[in-house]
């Protein structure tokens, strides 16, 4: 599975940004699919997960009322859509599939997109 997120950018607490992953190479719509957040020197931590039919999304504490995951198996595509962004969510984002939460790992990485929010 190849993994291309994009959407990250520079904003000011409070605003939004939507993240976008597509996947190719193998059948997407089959797979759990979701993001994961990463800062320097901090261990990566797995933000959100989506069923493969858009069933069971999964939020960590620190998100949970403030982002929403959904995909679009159509178009072999995941979004992270992030209001209310704040400080400390500035980090690199990573798209992943066959995420496995318990143990914070996932089959299939894709490219980081960098999110930044100034305060």
């Known amino acids: 599975v190849q993994l291309q997120a994009s959407g990250g950018g520079l904003v000011q607490a409070g605003d939004s940004l939507r993240l976008s992953c597509v996947a190719s190479?193998?059948?997407?719509?089959?797979?759990?699919a979701g993001w994961s957040r990463q800062t320097p020197g901090k261990e990566r931590e797995i933000v959100s997960s989506i069923g493969s039919h858009g069933t069971t999304p999964y939020y960590a504490d620190s998100v949970r009322g403030r982002f929403t995951v959904s995909r679009d198996n159509a178009k072999n595509t995941v979004y992270l859509q992030m209001n209310t962004l704040t400080p400390e969510d500035t980090a690199t984002y990573y798209c992943?599939?066959?995420?496995?939460?318990?143990?914070?790992?996932?089959?299939?990485w894709g490219q980081g997109t960098q999110v930044t929010v100034s305060s």
């Open positions: 992943a599939a066959d995420i496995l939460v318990p143990t914070n790992t996932a089959k299939y």
């Open positions: 190479g193998v059948p997407f719509s089959r797979r759990n």
